[in-house]
Structure formats: C-alpha cells, structure tokens
C-alpha cells in the first residue's frame, strides 16, 4: 500500500470535516432558468437604460486590466457613503457578495466551541457558514406566522451565549421585519455581535442603522444584489470602526474586482434609477400579494422585501407538483416545501415586471385547476 492507493472516496470521507460532509452546496438548489420567466432569486427584473449602459461601457473599458484593483476600494467606498448616507465616523467594510462578509464575520468571531444563533426559518447561509467555520449553530423557530418569539430567543442568548446572532430584517424566505423592541432587546441582552441584515433595505426602506450609535456591538449588513446588480457581487457591512479594522484582517486583499468597483461606482452615481425601479417592485407587490389572497386554498405572508412567500393548503395541492406545473408553463419561481416544517407546502415567488408577474399569477392560476 502506498500513499496514494485506496479509493477517493475513502479519503474525502476521513478527511473532510464531519460538518462539511453533511452540507449541501447552496449551488445545488439553484436551479437552472434557460428560457424561464426567473422570477427564484430575488433579482430585479429591469436593467440599465440603454444609454446609461453605453457609458458604463466606456467607464469599464477605462479598466487596467493587467493591474490588481485598489485594495481600499476607495472611490467605492466614497460612493457608496454618499448614496446611502453612511457617516465618516462608522467603519464600512466589504465583501464579494454579502455572503463572503457573513464568511468573514464568522471566521472573526466563530469557531468551535463558539455559537451562531438565528431565528428559523432564515437565509439558508448563516447555517452553512457556520458549518464551514466550525461553529455550532443554534436556530430558534419564529412563531407559525413567522413573527419574532422574542422570549425564546432570549432564551437561546441566555443559554447559548452566541458569539453572533443574525438577523434578517425583512427576512428571506418569510417577507416580514422583526418586531422593533426584540430587536432593541437582543442588542440589549446579546453578550456578542448582533448582525442586522437588511439585504432587502430598498423595498422596505426601515432600517435599524440609527441603532448604531447605541449599540457598539451592531453590524448592518447590506447588499446591492436585490437592487439592481446582482451580476457584480457587492455587499457592505456598517459597524463601529473598532469592528471594521477587525474585519478587514480577514478580508483578502483583492476581494472587490476593478470590474465590480468601476461597475457599482457607476450605478450608485444613477442609483436614483434603481431606486425607482424598486418603488415600482414595491408596488407591483401590492398588486401581486392581493391577487394571491383572492385564490381560494391558498395563504400569502405579507412581506416588506421583493418576494412573497405563501402556502397551498396541504389538504388540496402539492407544492412540489405545483411549483413543477408552473415551470412547465415557463415560470420559474422557488419551492420551499421541507415537510414537517413551518415551511410546509410553501413556495416563494420573486416580484418581477408586470408582465412578469401577470404571466406567473396566470400561470399559477392554470396550474391550481382541477
Ligand atoms: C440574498 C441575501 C443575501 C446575499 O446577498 P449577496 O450580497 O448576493 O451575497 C444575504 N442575506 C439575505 C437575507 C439574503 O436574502
């Protein structure tokens, strides 16, 4: 026997931790949308103008592309401080998406025998990345209609003493923000990092950055994926400069591309356009929210982000046949269903143009007849 003998799969099972073994890839529930209405990933269904695409054009072409980009992102940053009124005295910090920064907060305050906990059901990462980093993760069920059950989670901060809790406000895949005062009373009662996410700040428009102020031990985490430019991988993360000079230790130097930076530079110069764009989603959700609630054996959460989530009565229809039915007619929307769990039978659908939205409801409409 040498060193290399043996099957593959032997080693990868000896030597891949335990809680690697058992994830999933989060690639592996992204379906493939070729010819589909995408109406799965939160995206926002419009782009740029054509004339502002010239210029971004232009602007890009400007790139040196043999040089690695500016490890401060400086001028991003400035952008970025500007069109979302960040002031100088927090610390910004960002990450490839804002996924890298919930990898990045974890390997800062994660690790084994240390704790993650957040409300379930939630974004499916959290969890993920903890099994990455070797965290325990605690997840405290939200009440049947998804609202926050602030005494358990209190609970959990008790028991637990998490090294961080997320949470994500509005958050995926239910729609609703988290009640005020048990937000205020987890910053007040959570011995570690409190991480707000509010990757879907634009259709809600609530924010809980006033808190910072208060709160040293807060981070606001941000996104520009739902708004308008998922394609360039951009998320931020506003925190007292303390946390942010912390962080930036396990940034990679070069995690923002010069593409990303010019790109998102660019857009947050037009960011009046997307902001547009999402008053128009916020309305189409109205219109999309009261269209579901007119369809009998079926119940829609109501939501302050860019999707709603809703269940088919079990009794009658299957979500999984459902969902397959509305794909087959060329709508692509999110099956959630995870039985015996406050997601039972459920399905999420993205907010997309009117169009769009008007081809899923019939679609949906056609797939529910008997
Ligand atoms: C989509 C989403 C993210 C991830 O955003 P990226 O910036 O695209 O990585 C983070 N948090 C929540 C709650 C989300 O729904």
């Not at 490839?96 to 990462?125: C, H, K, Y």
């Not at 960011?271 to 829609?300: D, K, N, S, T």
């Not at 009794?315 to 269903?337: C, E, S, T």
């Amino acid at each position: 026997m040498n060193a290399s003998s043996g099957q593959p799969g032997e080693r990868i099972g000896r030597m891949v931790r335990r809680e690697i073994l058992a994830a999933t890839a989060y690639q592996t529930g992204v379906a493939p949308a070729k010819g589909l209405i995408k109406l799965d990933a939160m995206e926002n269904p419009y782009t740029l103008p054509a004339k502002l695409r010239r210029q971004w054009l232009a602007r890009l072409g400007e790139v040196q592309i043999n040089r690695y980009p500016d490890p401060r992102c400086a001028s991003l940053k400035r952008q970025l401080r500007a069109t979302f009124d960040i002031a100088d005295a927090h610390g910004l910090v960002l990450g490839n998406g804002s996924d890298e920064l919930i990898q990045m907060i974890a390997l800062l305050v994660g690790g084994p025998g240390r704790s993650i906990v957040a409300p379930v059901p939630t974004f499916s990462m959290y969890q993920l990345i903890a099994a990455a980093t070797g965290t325990r993760f605690v997840g405290v069920p939200l009440r049947a209609d998804f609202s926050l059950d602030g005494g358990a989670l209190l609970d959990a901060i008790g028991r637990h003493r998490p090294a961080c809790v997320f949470l994500a406000c509005p958050n995926n895949p239910t729609g609703n923000c988290f009640n005020e005062e048990a937000v205020t009373e987890t910053l007040e009662r959570a011995p570690g990092l409190v991480v707000v996410d509010e990757a879907y700040f634009s259709f809600c428009r609530r924010s809980f950055a006033a808190y910072l102020k208060r709160f040293p031990h807060l981070m606001i985490l941000r996104t520009l994926s739902k708004s308008g430019m998922a394609a360039l991988r951009l998320g931020f993360v506003i925190a007292h400069p303390g946390w942010g000079e912390q962080l930036e230790k396990v940034r990679l130097p070069y995690n923002i591309s010069a593409l990303t930076q010019c790109s998102a530079t660019f857009c947050l110069e037009h960011y009046h356009i997307m902001r547009r764009q999402a008053e128009r989603i916020v309305g189409q959700r109205r219109e999309v929210f009261a269209a579901l609630q007119q369809l009998p054996g079926l119940r829609a959460f109501p939501s302050e982000a860019n999707f709603i989530l809703f269940r088919l009565d079990p009794q009658q229809w299957d979500a999984g046949q459902i969902h397959d039915r509305v794909k087959a007619q060329g709508v692509l929307i999110k099956n959630l269903h995870h039985s015996g769990t406050p997601l039972e039978n459920c399905l999420r659908v993205t907010i997309g143009s009117e169009h769009e939205n008007r081809r899923f409801l019939e679609t949906l409409r056609r797939a529910m007849e008997r």
